[in-house]
């Protein structure tokens, strides 16, 4: 019988567990929102709580657990800096081998999402691939020669922060100009607010659908440019140049067969991958777009549960 593991993806707000065989299928899930204080020791138990249920469901037991986290971390383990959970220097690798009596691999939450889109996702087949996640944030991955790229402190593949403009907009990251502060969800809710602000008489719908200026969203934009609103069209157009500007360093640097495009933002306002895959031909080296494929990332929500039990399925497959 095929070993089934756990994958966990937990972000600031929500823990996601689901129980994957070596198929990637997802056989069981439980999603639910973790403790508000955030505390490591609460929220170990909402992640127990979580495979309590998911296994209880299939009626099955696991391997091994693997577990996304949005921070970065170490190769031991340890969550060395959790802006979303407040978390420094948590050794969670430990603690949840303790708690679950489970062989434990820890990830960044986007490097387990990555790993997924290669395995069973959009990047099946190839060995190179580049993934960018383009949410409330922008994360995202490499895989170079069928393995990930992680660096010397287990933080490579940060693309969301390769600067676009030198001393542009200001990011949540020490920098300015960053590829984030252009395109992610809060950047393009800045950037329409500067706009409704600007182009009072244009911006009237954006506002209509909000309530309220500090109400735009990505998510306002995204409607609006649905229904055919002029500013939300040239606030997704310059999005999309933005993002075309990024993935052009990505391809230049990575030379990736397979670029992926997800995340809420995508999601929203898919458009963007059509700009990016009409842009890139003329800006991007030649060598590095010869065999390009940009696609839509294929597992959409569940690419980080995923990722992380194949990561998993890794150390049982180590063991065997």
Request: glycine content about 14%.
């Amino acid at each position: 019988m095929d070993s089934l593991t756990l994958g966990v993806d937990l972000g600031g707000t929500k823990v996601n567990v689901g129980l994957v065989d070596a198929d990637g299928c997802l056989l069981s899930s439980q999603k639910s929102m973790i403790h508000a204080s955030k505390e490591p020791e609460m929220v170990l138990a909402d992640i127990s709580t979580g495979i309590e249920a998911c296994l209880s469901k299939s009626g099955k037991e696991a391997k091994a657990l693997g577990i996304g986290v949005a921070a970065q971390v170490d190769r031991r383990g340890v969550v060395r800096g959790s802006p979303n959970l407040g978390w420094r220097n948590v050794p969670l690798k430990k603690k949840l081998e303790k708690q679950v009596g489970l062989p434990v691999f820890v990830t960044n939450d986007v490097n387990a999402a990555t790993w997924g889109e290669w395995r069973y996702g959009a990047g099946r087949g190839v060995d190179d691939l580049a993934v960018l996640f383009v949410g409330t944030g922008v994360g995202g991955g490499v895989i170079t020669g069928g393995k990930l790229l992680t660096g010397c402190n287990n933080s490579g593949g940060e693309l969301g922060h390769i600067t676009l403009v030198y001393d542009g907009r200001k990011c949540h990251c020490p920098n300015k100009g960053c590829l984030e502060a252009y395109v992610g969800g809060w950047a393009i809710a800045e950037r329409a607010q500067e706009a409704i602000k600007s182009l009072s008489t244009e911006g009237r719908r954006l506002l209509t659908l909000a309530g309220g200026i500090k109400q735009v969203t990505a998510v306002t934009v995204s409607q609006a440019y649905r229904e055919g609103d002029l500013l939300a069209r040239l606030l997704v157009e310059e999005t999309g140049r933005y993002l075309a500007a990024g993935v052009v360093s990505i391809v230049n640097a990575f030379n990736p067969c397979v670029l992926a495009l997800g995340g809420g933002v995508i999601e929203g306002i898919p458009k963007l991958i059509q700009i990016v895959k009409d842009t890139i031909p003329t800006m991007a080296l030649e060598a590095s777009v010869e065999e390009l494929k940009i696609v839509k990332a294929e597992l959409g929500g569940d690419a980080g549960v995923i990722g992380a039990a194949a990561l998993a399925q890794e150390l049982v497959d180590k063991d065997s």
